[in-house]
């Protein structure tokens, strides 16, 4: 009988994608995979550490696995907090068998192999080795209809309040006729959409020009995105864009190919200059306006969507202000606001001027309520267009309503049956709500 591997994923599409991408290399390994963690023989954590929080959760949740005095199961922890905790989280957590690597996740099947040939505590926080490539097998993919392609691993950035540059190393990007060849095979096997994934995915840059000849454009990742719009899949999202390499021409190539969808993720992270160059994000709160500028100004109505941290070292009253003007500025159609985390090992950590938690729950209270206000305008301004959406699923709220998102990425919720799953659909939006749309299916 073959042994079962149940993985269950903290955190980031990237994480996501890696699960999968593992799930995939333990299949082919001859290991079969499980949605139940009690009846599985190796249990793997995919964990996040971009804040304190997601961290923790890792090990309350071996915890929870580790409750009966029976360990006979396999447990290993893998993704970020693997890689920068190493051989602590044995030492942390005694009943964990395996620490797996960002870069390791074609290696899991060895590893299993060497516990089960006797070996105790097994690590691997390696590279990735040659040969190693990017194949996912439709089987894994979290959705039968949207697939993630990660372009770019890693993260060269290095602002001072983030960890992912140590988590997931420098920034690697995979061949242009490698990510062609996949969402080639995607659209073959009926996929709808695809969103193209990392850290920052306009810093897109490869090693060869495989794959982009022949592509006009005036940065490596505008002319991929013109490939991906050239394969006639039928939506392509990317996300997350970094600010500073966020090249017009990326809006350009939007306007040109109605494939490339119409929403753009772009974190500004503060408002305040002071507080930007202390973050080491590279640009100031004018640079980042003329992008946002470029976006609004564009012959395609472009959804804009934002992170921002509020309570970073040193943060006063005055540069909180400079967020919230810019918030109002921008008008984004949604804003992930998250309170600052200190994570050791990173520049901003050794900053003394801390924020206190109730300073940094006053601000994101404000700041949540200042991007309502503004997110209620924007939402009303659909109601009465009409937008494609791709079904994906029955409404958790209403077993006659179907929920999917926009091509500007709105959930949009209609009318309609689960026969429709994965089905792209016209919706006229007849409602707003604070997060999300309502509407009924129009019938060509
Ligand atoms: N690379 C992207 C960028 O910086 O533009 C974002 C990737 S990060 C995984 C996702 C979001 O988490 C960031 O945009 C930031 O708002 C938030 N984040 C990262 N580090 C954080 C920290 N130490 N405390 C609070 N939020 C953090």
């Not at 994934?197 to 940065?219: C, D, F, H």
Request: net charge neutral.
């Amino acid at each position: 009988m073959k042994q079962k591997v149940y993985i269950e994923t903290f955190g980031c599409q990237m994480n996501v994608a890696d699960s999968e991408r593992a799930a995939s290399g333990l299949r082919r390994a001859g290991y079969e995979l499980t949605d139940s963690c009690e009846t599985a023989d190796v249990v793997l954590l995919n964990t996040c550490s971009v804040r304190e929080r997601a961290e923790r959760k890792v090990f309350t949740r071996i915890g929870e696995i580790r409750k009966s005095a029976d360990h006979k199961q396999l447990l290993g922890v893998m993704g970020c907090v693997a890689q920068l905790e190493g051989d602590s989280i044995f030492k942390a957590a005694p009943t964990v068998d395996m620490v797996i690597g960002t870069r390791a996740t074609d290696r899991i099947a060895g590893m299993i192999q060497r516990l089960q040939d006797g070996e105790t505590a097994v690590m691997d926080l390696d590279e990735r080795a040659e040969g190693e490539f990017w194949d996912t097998s439709p089987v894994e993919r979290h959705s039968p209809y949207i697939a993630f392609v990660p372009i770019i691993e890693g993260c060269n950035k290095f602002c001072s309040f983030c960890i992912v540059p140590y988590s997931r190393g420098r920034e690697k990007s995979r061949i242009a006729a490698e990510i062609v060849d996949e969402v080639k095979r995607l659209k073959d096997l009926g996929y709808k959409e695809i969103h193209l994934i990392g850290q920052n995915v306009n810093s897109y840059r490869p090693k060869s020009e495989l794959g982009l000849e022949n592509r006009p454009g005036a940065t490596p990742f505008s002319r991929l995105l013109r490939a991906m719009a050239e394969t006639g899949m039928q939506r392509i999202k990317f996300t997350t864009s970094f600010p500073r390499d966020f090249h017009p021409d990326i809006v350009t190539a939007i306007e040109e190919y109605p494939n490339l969808c119409d929403w753009v993720h772009l974190p500004v992270q503060s408002g305040s200059d002071r507080v930007l160059k202390a973050m080491r994000r590279g640009y100031t709160a004018a640079d980042y306006l003329r992008r946002v500028d470029r976006i609004k100004s564009s012959s395609r109505p472009l959804s804009l969507t934002s992170d921002i941290i509020v309570g970073f070292p040193g943060e006063t009253e005055t540069d909180f202000q400079e967020t919230l003007k810019l918030v109002n500025q921008c008008q984004y159609d949604s804003l992930y606001i998250f309170k600052y985390s200190r994570r050791t090992g990173t520049p901003a950590a050794q900053l003394k001027d801390e924020v206190s938690e109730s300073e940094k729950t006053e601000r994101f209270l404000r700041l949540e309520s200042v991007q309502r206000e503004a997110q209620r305008i924007v939402f009303e301004n659909y109601v009465g267009r009409q937008l494609s959406v791709l079904a994906e699923r029955l409404s958790t709220r209403s077993d006659s309503d179907m929920v999917g998102h926009s091509t500007c990425h709105k959930v949009v919720n209609f009318r309609g049956e689960q026969s429709l799953a994965g089905q792209v659909v016209t919706v006229q939006i007849t409602k707003a709500k604070t997060n999300s749309l309502f509407g009924e299916q129009v019938r060509n």
